[in-house]
């Protein structure tokens, strides 16, 4: 197993235009969450999946984000009519549970310009 | 809100000293805690855990926790320059998510 999967590393965007990140967790581990992190920063939790049911979403997270599993496998993280706000690390991590710890993914860096 | 709250740093310190990097949380029901090892430009990574008040050392990292306080800490012996990273300590709430603090930032110098 290679570990938390994240692509593209990099994605620089004009305001207003959509993107789309990939995960590809861990196989063993039916816990996927997603994070952003941006500068000086920790991470700060957006959502969370256990198998394909999302069962947590931060209110902080705007109708312009959203996110899918399907099947339980890979996830998908969709941002809307992107603003400069946006630009940060989105980090994806997978896990055996709550209390077992995040293996994170190496991140898709997001710039909006 | 729960928070988690770290000294934003930089602690420096020499090779071969010990960093101790210190943590406080304000959910008393908080039942588990991680620390991850963070470098510049990279994702983090997970060092650390522990449960139970007092201390669990592996290898060079020892974590210590006190419940009472609502503190928890890592102290690392014999530090190298490597080991020059942002430290987050994160405690997982009591449903699916898990704050972080915005981190520590240490520089072992050489």
């Known amino acids: 197993d290679t570990g938390v999967s994240q692509d593209p590393r990099h994605k620089i965007t004009k305001r207003g235009q959509n993107v789309t990140f990939r995960c590809d967790p861990i196989s063993e581990h039916n816990r996927l969450y997603w994070y952003r992190q941006t500068l000086g920063q920790g991470p700060e939790f957006l959502t969370y999946f256990q198998n394909e049911a999302q069962l947590e979403k931060s209110r902080l997270l705007s109708d312009r984000f959203s996110a899918e599993r399907p099947k339980g496998s890979f996830s998908t993280l969709e941002i809307q009519r992107t603003e400069q706000g946006d630009s940060a690390m989105y980090l994806c991590?997978?896990?055996?549970?709550?209390?077992?710890?995040?293996?994170f993914g190496s991140g898709t860096r997001l710039t909006v310009v | 809100q729960k928070e988690v709250e770290q000294n934003s740093g930089p602690l420096s310190v020499p090779e071969g000293a010990i960093a101790s990097l210190n943590c406080t949380y304000s959910?008393?029901?908080?039942?588990?805690f991680f620390w991850y090892r963070q470098y510049s430009g990279k994702s983090p990574e997970l060092i650390m855990f522990i449960y139970s008040n007092g201390d669990k050392e592996d290898g060079r990292f020892t974590a210590q926790l006190n419940k009472a306080s609502q503190y928890v800490s890592l102290l690392i012996r014999d530090s190298q320059p490597s080991d020059s990273a942002t430290y987050l300590c994160?405690?997982?709430?009591?449903?699916?998510?898990?704050?972080f603090g915005a981190g520590t930032r240490l520089f072992v110098k050489a």
């Open positions: 991590a997978s896990s055996l549970g709550t209390d077992r710890g995040y293996t």
């Open positions: 994160a405690v997982p709430t009591g449903g699916f998510k898990t704050i």
């Open positions: 959910d008393r029901g908080s039942q588990s």
